[in-house]
């Protein structure tokens, strides 16, 4: 090699040292157990390279996947800051494998970005693959807490749009519906283009389970009841 540094000690290697200060300085070195290791101002083990492929930051043992990072601090702390400063485009976290067939195919993105220029305006995106081998958003979570399915722009807490079916299944548990007493004339609103069918062996309607309330059923049409 061009350079060759060899020592006896696992610190063995080569330091860089600011001129106006020593206080400011990196060693670049490799341990007794293979690991090249890049050290700032004595801080052990910034960043560290396995013998096996393996990368840890902030790790003082063998990193336990391709990238470990390791931080410590309160909540809030980042161990890992995606950032595009393309304005409007969004932040993404890219996932691909390989196909059955061995090919490498995209799977999914996770992307971040800002619908509007207020702090409520940011918009988390859930991101895959349609069937024609297009981008399509299937989750999105805006900064005011309203979760779209198959929407970008949730008008509520939970908003789906779509041309296939909502399935809830409790098995042996129970699907709850619950409206907020006080909250207004139209706590639950059930809707559908075609008709709403309700299976059940035994099925009640109460209008209130500790005062008396007033029960309407309205048809623009007929009205069967059987």
Same mark, same amino acid.
């Given at each position: 090699?061009?350079?060759?540094?060899?020592?006896?000690?696992?610190?063995? &290697? +080569?330091?860089? #040292?600011?001129?106006? #200060?020593?206080?400011?300085?990196?060693?670049?070195?490799?341990?007794?157990?293979?690991?090249? @290791?890049?050290?700032?101002?004595?801080?052990?083990?910034? $960043?560290?390279?396995?013998?096996?492929?393996?990368?840890? @930051?902030?790790?003082?043992?063998?990193?336990?996947?391709?990238?470990?990072?390791?931080?410590?601090?309160? !909540?809030?702390?980042?161990?890992?800051?995606?950032?595009? !400063?393309?304005? &409007?485009?969004?932040?993404?976290?890219?996932?691909?494998?390989?196909?059955?067939?061995?090919?490498?195919?995209?799977?999914?993105?996770?992307?971040? +970005?800002?619908?509007?220029?207020?702090?409520? /305006?940011? *918009?988390?995106?859930?991101?895959?693959?349609?069937?024609?081998?297009?981008?399509?958003?299937?989750?999105?979570?805006?900064?005011?807490?309203? @979760?779209?399915?198959? !929407?970008?722009?949730?008008?509520?807490? $939970? /908003?789906?749009?779509?041309?296939?079916?909502?399935?809830? *299944?409790?098995?042996?548990?129970?699907?709850?519906?619950?409206?907020?007493?006080?909250?207004?004339?139209?706590?639950?609103?059930?809707?559908?283009?075609? *008709?709403?069918?309700?299976?059940?062996?035994?099925?009640?309607?109460?209008?209130?389970?500790?005062?008396?309330? !007033?029960?309407?059923?309205?048809?623009?049409?007929?009205? @069967? $009841?059987?």
């Amino acid at each position: 090699a061009k350079l060759d540094v060899v020592g006896s000690t696992a610190t063995t &290697g +080569i330091r860089t #040292t600011l001129s106006t #200060t020593s206080a400011y300085y990196s060693d670049w070195y490799v341990n007794t157990t293979g690991y090249t @290791i890049f050290d700032t101002v004595g801080s052990a083990n910034h $960043l560290l390279f396995q013998p096996a492929g393996n990368v840890g @930051i902030g790790i003082a043992s063998a990193p336990l996947a391709k990238l470990h990072v390791v931080a410590t601090g309160g !909540t809030g702390v980042s161990q890992l800051y995606v950032e595009n !400063t393309t304005t &409007g485009a969004a932040s993404a976290l890219h996932f691909q494998t390989a196909r059955p067939d061995g090919a490498s195919a995209n799977v999914a993105q996770i992307r971040g +970005i800002y619908s509007g220029n207020n702090h409520q /305006d940011n *918009r988390l995106d859930f991101v895959n693959l349609d069937s024609g081998g297009n981008w399509a958003t299937n989750v999105s979570i805006l900064g005011t807490g309203n @979760i779209g399915l198959g !929407t970008t722009s949730p008008a509520g807490l $939970l /908003d789906t749009y779509g041309d296939k079916s909502i399935l809830l *299944r409790a098995g042996t548990g129970a699907v709850s519906i619950s409206g907020s007493a006080g909250a207004g004339t139209d706590d639950i609103q059930l809707a559908a283009e075609d *008709r709403i069918d309700l299976f059940a062996s035994s099925l009640s309607l109460n209008t209130s389970s500790t005062t008396a309330g !007033t029960m309407q059923l309205v048809s623009k049409g007929s009205l @069967i $009841l059987d």
